[in-house]
Structures are given as structure tokens and as C-alpha cells.
């Protein structure tokens, strides 16, 4: 006869996964009354405790949305704390005090990134908790602003990087979700760049536009031609042209011109001057060729003193703004029959190019204020491509053309 006992074995229960600082569990409902639900989750605090949380609502998911409300707004108002479930308009807030960016960009640059945040980031991904947002989230979310307009799809992703960044900083996420997303490539532009010819014949429709000689209305003063002139005498942004004071101009000996601080627009401040140029190579003294300081020199004589000690001041004294020039600028090309693609930027390029062609890329670079010869060449200088040596290959089409007909 055998025997046979039955051996029970207890298995042990797992422990639940410890929650990470910030987050909750599952969320449960329960209907407790007539028309009333509660929802409840465990919620791990910042400082390491974990709690019963719990709201309440007409049903379950509305009890539900209250939970998730509640715990949302407590973690987004934990200080400087930042969980994966905070969200993303929350971090917006703890990124654009954060001294990493506050103390390296300009106000200027502070301003346009939060003009994104505002019009762009925030009413697409603001309500996302940082845990959910994914790199195919962030793509889909780009690559849509990129299609309408690819200069705010630019500005949102270092916006975004810059954030996502500022989360990993805080161990809230393992990686950056905009680290591997890639805008769509904009077609290569050729560079616009005028030759000394073109720069001529420019001139002289400018001139009879300016003095009103074959076009209707008055004479139009001579500032419009002057900032050319000094544009294509020195290879300056519109904003730093027009930022330009008598105090950075030297017409003695040889005369130079100091490159020291360009034009803003801040909503709070209106235009004012940026002591400082846009980058810290711009900060630069360039010699003047003799066209422009014979234009300096005019001016200097007629010049109106004035609070902003302006070289080129608008019509009240103040700093002329440059959207207004490039508006005259447009009229009087319109008005001539000009070239529609010419622009105060293709000034500065000509320049480049100029330099280029007759001394070196280096000192193209250096006169328009660049660090390295990197942007100089990509952006600034208009070259055709050299085609390979193929002359004596095709010499053999010419073969007999010198011998009579028989």
C-alpha cells in the first residue's frame, strides 16, 4: 500500500516596485453613493513618503481626472523638484529660471524662446507628463510646425532640447526625447553675393530714386544710399550699422570704424542699443576704405547733436529702426526694377565674397566677425563649383577642325 501526503508549498508574494519620486500607482474607483465615486492611488511625495491620495467625482472617470489633477498640480508645485510626471508646461517655468539660460543668452534670445514656449510648445505638449513624451511625439510634433513654418519648428527644438535637457539634469528622465530628432533639411540655397559691377549700377538707381530724378516725389534725404555705402565698406549687420555712434567712429589718420554693440527689439523696452555685438568675436575695429569715409565725413559735418549720439538717427533723434530701412530699402528697389532678392544680409555677403576672391577666406571671416571660417564659407561666400580637368579629353572633338574640306 503506498502512501502519498500532499506537500503544500506557500509561494511568497512579491513586493510591490517602489515608486519613483513624484509618481503614483494604479489608480482605482469605487462608487460609494449614488452618483459618487472616489478614485485613489498611492502617491510617492518628494520627500520619499508614500501616501494614500483620493478624489472624488460624479463618476468614475470624473473622480478620476480629479486624482490625476490634484496630483499633477502637487507635483508642479513641489519648488525646483522634477519628476517624470511633471509636466511639460511646469519644467517651462523651472527652464526659463534657470541660471544655465539666463546667464548665457541675451534677453533678446530669452524673449523669442519664451514667444515659442507661448505660441508653439506649450499649447501642443504643456499638458503632457515629461514620462510621456516621446521622441516620436516630439517628431511628429516638429515636423508639423516645420512644414508650415520652418523657422518656429528651429526655435521650438532648441527650446525643447534646452528643457528636456534641464529634466535629465534632474535624473526626471533617462534621455533627452528631442536629442534624436532631426528637423527636415531645407534645400540648399546658392548665396546671393553682387559683383563690383552690379554694386555700381545699384548705386545709381539708388542715387536718382534717393534725389527723386525720374521717380515721383520729393528728395528723400541721403541716409538710404549712406547705410549701403557703409554696409558694403565694412560687411555690418543692418543692426550694428544702424547701432553705430560718433564715439566708434575714428576719421583721423586712418580712419577705422569700432564694431561694438547692435540693435534690439525687447517688448518691454521697445529698441534700444545692445552694448555688446552678437557674438564675442564681433566685438571688432575694421579700417574704412575711402568711400565710406568721405560718407562719414559728410555726415559728420551735418550731423544734428543728438541723445542717442547716432550715426544713422532716425528722424527724432532716437535709434532708427532697422525694419523701417529695410521697408525703404524694398520701395526704392521696387521703384528702380531691381533685383528682388537684394537685402541689407546681401551687402554683407558681397563683402565676403569680395574679400575672398582677392585676399583670403580667414580675413573674410575676420571683417565679418565670425569665430572660425566655417559659417563664413557655407553661408557667406558665392563660388561655382570647379568641374574636373576634362580639356584634353574633349580637345579630341576639335581634331581636324583647322583642315580644309577636300
Known amino acids: 500500500m503506498r502512501c502519498t501526503s500532499k506537500i503544500s508549498v506557500k509561494t511568497a508574494e512579491m513586493p510591490r516596485p517602489r515608486l519613483e519620486l513624484g509618481t503614483w500607482g494604479r489608480i482605482t474607483r469605487k462608487e460609494i453613493a449614488e452618483n459618487r465615486w472616489r478614485a485613489r492611488a498611492r502617491f510617492r511625495d518628494f520627500t520619499g513618503k508614500t501616501r494614500q491620495r483620493e478624489a472624488y467625482g460624479a463618476s468614475g472617470a470624473k ?26 508646461t511646469a519644467l517651462s517655468k523651472l527652464w526659463l529660471a534657470d541660471p544655465d539660460l539666463t546667464e548665457n543668452c541675451t534677453a533678446q534670445t530669452v524673449e523669442r524662446y519664451t514667444d515659442s514656449l507661448n505660441r508653439h510648445v506649450l499649447p501642443a505638449l504643456g499638458e503632457y507628463m515629461l514620462m510621456e513624451v516621446t521622441v516620436s511625439r516630439v517628431d511628429r510634433f516638429l515636423r508639423n510646425l516645420a512644414a508650415a513654418t520652418p523657422g518656429n519648428a528651429k526655435t521650438a527644438r532648441s527650446v525643447l532640447n534646452g528643457m528636456f535637457k534641464l529634466a535629465v539634469r534632474h535624473d526626471a528622465i533617462r534621455s533627452n526625447p528631442v536629442r534624436d530628432v532631426r528637423l527636415p533639411a531645407k534645400p540648399k540655397q546658392p548665396v546671393a553675393a553682387m559683383s563690383v559691377d552690379e554694386v555700381g549700377a545699384l548705386r ?27 554696409m558694403l565698406a565694412t560687411g555690418l549687420r543692418i543692426s550694428e550699422v544702424l547701432a553705430l555712434r560718433w564715439g566708434d567712429v575714428d576719421l583721423r589718420d586712418q580712419p577705422t570704424l569700432t564694431v561694438s554693440g547692435t540693435l534690439v527689439y525687447l517688448k518691454k523696452n521697445g529698441l534700444l542699443r545692445q552694448s555688446h555685438t552678437k557674438t564675442s568675436s564681433g566685438f571688432r575695429i575694421l579700417t574704412l576704405p575711402a568711400f565710406a569715409v568721405e560718407v562719414l565725413l559728410r555726415r559728420s559735418v551735418e550731423a544734428i547733436p543728438t541723445e542717442t549720439n547716432a550715426v544713422f538717427p532716425s528722424g527724432k533723434g532716437t535709434w532708427k529702426w532697422p525694419n523701417n530701412y529695410r521697408r525703404t530699402l524694398r520701395a526704392a528697389l521696387k521703384d528702380i526694377e531691381s533685383d528682388g532678392q537684394i537685402s541689407p544680409h546681401v551687402f554683407r555677403k558681397s563683402v565676403a565674397t569680395l574679400i575672398d576672391a582677392e585676399a583670403t577666406l580667414e580675413a573674410a571671416a575676420a571683417v565679418l566677425g565670425h569665430s572660425g571660417t566655417s559659417v563664413t564659407a557655407k553661408h557667406y561666400i558665392k563660388k561655382a563649383t570647379a568641374a574636373p580637368d576634362m580639356s584634353e579629353i574633349l580637345d579630341r572633338f576639335g581634331k581636324n577642325r583647322n583642315e580644309k574640306d577636300g
Open 63 to 88: 473622480a478620476e481626472r480629479n486624482l490625476l489633477r490634484a496630483l499633477r498640480s502637487e507635483v508642479d508645485s513641489a519648488g525646483d523638484s522634477i519628476a517624470g510626471s511633471t509636466t511639460v
Open 204 to 230: 545709381e538707381g539708388l542715387r536718382a530714386w534717393q534725389d527723386g530724378v525720374g521717380y515721383r516725389g520729393p528728395r528723400r534725404g541721403s541716409d538710404l544710399l549712406d547705410v549701403v555705402d557703409v
